[in-house]
């Protein structure tokens, strides 16, 4: 279903006035938080009008406050998604609360009974229990503090490693994760603000789990809302500075020589909350090596700064900003089992593996190939609540992102270099500016919101690509055959929203549309316009508060990323230096459905199972370029996905916590429809269905935490059938299992109250591929067992 | 307790080092194939790097 530019701007036209009107109208609300409802009874039903209503966050300060009116109800302003607890009182009545979850997909009614004093009984502290069925229209999951610190590695655990434990996720090389069969486009957004696109995956990286408070992770059934990237959409709730002071500083050391301090704090300086962290990390193995270790060069370091301040401006205003730095320099790891050609034996050649794979090339071992990244990110956001039911955020925010890849050629094309090596120096830089805006009102059961977002890319390459001197012995850099190019990418991604939450009794409704527009300004001049309307619908149903069900339908459109255009490739001598490039890539547009059923057959247990499919036309994929960390896209004729997903919460009292999930996929394309120039004659002629690359059949994750006071084990234990591999892509690599155990004790009377925390990470050593000769190094092994110690000593009274 | 600690503590030390590890099995090189394509893996030399579909980003 291509877009359709005419219809697409009709629609514009006639979406434009009403967003204008929406935010002229001071009934909104933010989609950075949420405005739950609730009602306060007595013990004869009757609603209690007056009673004050008190919330509080994990660290018991007081978020919000307000009173209910002469219906007994009441609803919160301007509450970012995450865990609460909201508390009653009356006079003369004995105070009630309940703990709450909020997340920005559904609201969770609050009913609170204030009885009388004589009705009061001995309070027994309720065990905890599974979560009850989310009446969400789409896959979410949501995960808190406690949840995310209680994973190996806790607080130095990578986003990225979190996503992996959730259905859907395929984890790859180099930390990257895919959903849903879904290339790469996984939408991060930190507050409420989408984060651009980075040069790399480094904002994924860049993303500790120290910085969360919460996280909602959607998978499917987007609400309107929601643009762009969408195999996934991580919600971060950043940690904020509050009443409580808290924070710790913690060191951690182990394999690899791996040292990492980290340290975060978080209080309020008057009215104003400020929240700060930031870590180190110094590692003999950064990347994923291309071989079973021990590996050569390399080592890594990488730094992380975060602030974030928050000032209640006003009665009705608060205004945040954020802002966080990330720094890597990773070594280029060789591959030591790679062996140079024999000069004088031409007929020899390096061996192909099991699966029919060429062979990488021989890097020389004096090769000091680096790669160096740099990102910044800041954003405000202005919340302005017009009244209980009505909230605006503006947002503006800037990105820089900047990776330099450096090969060494002086080494890299040595004397033991086969003849005719290449390498090549690539910088690449983006900045991004842009912003969101967004409101919404309640009017009865209906919940409005719209918004618009804008992001303005000016993106820069440059590459020096070096021909070795086969004339010379010693090999060396060819300066007759050094070539040098440059790429300017300018581009501006706009969106626009409008959806309507309806919640009816037992039956919830999200209906929307949203309308997105990409610019591309070529190098020739010229531009390239390409516009996406996605209409999307999404129903639930609860049968009771313990058993819902949901099903989704609606459009996904997802633009290219237009940094690293294609002429890269001519530059790089793929095509000739002469021939021009024409700009091809289309935006994806998916057809997807989805139907799910999320239920709690009993309190310390939930279940849920959820089909999904998926039929794309101009299917988005990647390439890389060379022997270079350059990825350009390329279009499948067309795709198609399918998948069903299972998962399981076990809560028995305060003792143990479970979960485990298992997700089966397919996906495929047909037919390469752009970028041709970068494929064979065979490929290009090849017009059956391929299995993608990033989709992995079977992924199975299981965790169980199990808690004695003050010390706490937790065991993951993670099964994939392997990602694909072979010269058509047909075989897989062979499957694996790998467990991670943290043994996590706390000292409170030992002075400083350390913590300490131990963490083996591939527990049985499972020596398993990522990838086998796929990727920018060939292969990609998985960490051998890993064994890392983490002292921590708390700050404040709520570290 | 604090002997599990202990324990734990020389187990990092003791365990997480991957010194020791006996080197992985390196390759050894085979004859062309005379017959093979120009971009066929084990064709005779003169190919040149190429590009990769499905890059690992």
């Given at each position: ?18 967003a ?18 609730g009602i ?11 009673a004050?209503?008190v ?12 009173t ?8 919160l ?6 865990e609460?607890t ?20 559904t ?19 309720k ?7 989310s ?14 610190q209680?994973?190996?590695?806790g ?13 859907g ?48 992770i ?31 500083a913690?060191?951690?050391y182990?394999?690899f ?6 340290l975060s704090?978080a209080?309020?300086?008057g ?16 990347l ?20 974030r ?32 050609l024999?000069?004088t ?7 192909v593996?099991?699966?029919g ?6 890097v020389p071992?004096d ?18 609540a ?7 955020q503006?947002a ?14 002086a ?26 805006a ?17 992001d303005?890319?000016?993106g820069?390459?440059?590459f020096?690509?070096y ?21 300017h990418?300018?581009?501006?991604l ?21 309308l997105?527009?990409?610019h ?41 990323s ?10 790089l ?11 091809d890539?289309?935006a994806?547009?998916d057809?997807?459905?989805e139907?799910?059923?999320d ?7 939930r ?13 988005l ?30 809560v ?20 390469i ?47 994939g059938?392997?990602?694909?591999t ?38 049985f050593?499972?020596q398993?591929?990522?990838r ?6 060939g ?21 | 307790?604090?002997r599990?600690?202990?324990?734990c ?46 890059g690992?980003?």
């Amino acid at each position: 279903m291509p877009a359709h530019p005419r219809a697409a701007r009709a629609l514009f036209a006639l979406l434009a006035p009403f967003a204008l009107l929406v935010a002229v109208e001071p009934r909104a609300q933010a989609t950075a938080d949420a405005a739950p409802r609730g009602i306060v009874r007595d013990e004869n039903m009757a609603p209690i009008a007056g009673a004050a209503i008190v919330v509080h966050d994990a660290r018991g300060d007081t978020v919000a406050t307000t009173t209910t009116d002469a219906q007994g109800a009441f609803t919160l302003r301007a509450i970012p998604f995450g865990e609460y607890t909201v508390e009653a009182s009356a006079p003369g009545k004995a105070d009630a609360h309940q703990h709450v979850v909020v997340s920005s997909s559904t609201t969770e009614a609050i009913e609170l009974y204030c009885t009388e004093a004589k009705y009061t009984f001995r309070v027994v502290e309720k065990p905890p229990e599974a979560a009850l069925p989310s009446r969400a229209t789409g896959s979410v999951s949501q995960l808190g503090r406690a949840a995310l610190q209680a994973l190996p590695q806790g607080d130095d655990r990578a986003i990225t490693d979190v996503l992996a434990t959730q259905p859907g996720f395929v984890l790859d090389a180099f930390g990257n994760v895919y959903a849903r069969g879904n290339h790469a486009n996984v939408q991060y957004q930190v507050d409420g603000i989408p984060i651009p696109d980075s040069v790399g995956n480094l904002f994924a990286q860049a993303l500790p789990v120290r910085l969360i408070q919460d996280v909602e992770i959607l998978t499917g059934g987007m609400p309107a809302e929601f643009g762009d990237r969408l195999a996934a959409v991580v919600n971060v709730t950043s940690r904020h500075g509050g009443v409580t002071p808290e924070g710790s500083a913690q060191v951690r050391y182990g394999s690899f020589n791996t040292v990492e301090p980290g340290l975060s704090y978080a209080r309020s300086l008057g009215p104003v909350g400020v929240f700060v962290g930031g870590s180190y990390l110094y590692s003999q193995r950064a990347l994923d090596s291309p071989a079973v270790t021990p590996i050569l060069h390399d080592d890594g370091q990488s730094g992380r700064a975060f602030l974030r301040v928050d000032v209640p401006a006003s009665e009705r205003d608060r205004i945040e900003v954020f802002a966080s730095y990330a720094y890597n320099l990773f070594q280029i790891p060789i591959d030591p089992t790679v062996v140079p050609l024999d000069p004088t034996r031409p007929d020899l050649v390096r061996p192909v593996d099991q699966y029919g794979n060429a062979s990488p090339p021989f890097v020389p071992h004096d090769t000091d190939a680096t790669e160096r990244e740099h990102e910044l990110f800041a954003a405000a956001s202005w919340v302005h609540a017009f009244s209980e039911r009505a909230q605006l955020q503006i947002a503006p925010y800037y990105k820089l992102s900047y990776g330099a890849l450096g090969s060494d050629p002086a080494h890299a094309l040595g004397a033991l270099a086969d003849p005719g090596s290449t390498a090549s120096d690539v910088t690449r830089r983006a900045d991004h500016a842009g912003g969101v805006a967004n409101v919404s009102t309640r009017v009865g059961n209906h919940t409005i919101k719209t918004g618009a977002q804008v992001d303005y890319l000016d993106g820069r390459t440059d590459f020096a690509e070096y021909v070795r001197d086969d004339a010379s012995p010693a090999g060396g850099i060819d300066p007759a055959q050094t070539g040098r190019g440059s790429d300017h990418t300018r581009a501006l991604l706009s969106g626009m929203y409008l959806q309507d939450r309806w919640e009816r009794g037992r039956f919830s409704l999200n209906a929307g549309v949203r309308l997105d527009e990409q610019h591309v300004a070529l190098a020739s001049g010229g531009s390239d316009d390409q516009v996406g309307v996605s209409p999307r619908l999404g129903v639930s149903y609860a049968f009771r508060k313990e058993l819902v069900l949901h099903a989704f339908a609606g459009v996904n459109w997802q633009p290219p990323s237009p940094l690293d255009a294609a002429n890269a490739a001519r530059i790089l001598g793929v095509l000739p230096s002469t021939a021009s490039v024409p700009y091809d890539i289309k935006a994806q547009t998916d057809a997807y459905g989805e139907l799910g059923l999320d239920g709690r057959p009993w309190k310390a247990l939930r279940l849920g199972a959820v089909g999904w499919g998926r039929y794309a036309w101009n299917q988005l994929d990647d390439t890389a370029i060379g022997e270079t960390n350059l990825i350009a896209n390329y279009n499948f004729q067309r795709g198609r996905a399918v998948g069903v997903e299972g998962r399981a919460e076990l809560v028995l009292g305060h003792w143990l916590s479970a979960f485990g999930n298992v997700s089966w996929e397919i996906a495929q394309g047909q037919g390469i429809a752009s970028a041709r120039y970068l494929f064979t004659p065979d490929q290009l002629a090849n017009q059956s269905w391929q299995t993608l690359d990033h989709a992995q059949t079977l992924t199975a994750n299981l965790g169980a935490t199990v808690r004695e006071k003050l010390a706490s084990l937790t065991v993951l234990a993670a099964y994939g059938s392997g990602l694909r591999t072979g010269p058509n892509n047909d075989q897989t690599v062979p499957q694996h299992v790998r467990v991670d155990a943290t043994l996590q004790l706390a000292f409170d009377k030992v002075p400083l109250r350390p913590r300490v925390a131990i963490d083996v990470i591939n527990l049985f050593d499972a020596q398993y591929a990522y990838r086998i000769a796929n990727g920018f190094v060939g292969s990609s092994w998985a960490a051998p067992r890993s064994v890392f110690a983490r002292l921590a000593i708390p700050l404040g009274e709520g570290g | 307790m604090n002997r599990l600690v202990l324990f734990c503590l020389f187990a990092v030390a003791g365990c997480g080092r991957e010194d020791g590890r006996p080197d992985p099995p390196v390759q050894h090189l085979v004859p062309c194939d005379r017959d093979a394509g120009p971009d066929a893996p084990l064709a005779c030399p003169s190919s040149d790097a190429g590009v990769r579909q499905d890059g690992g980003d």
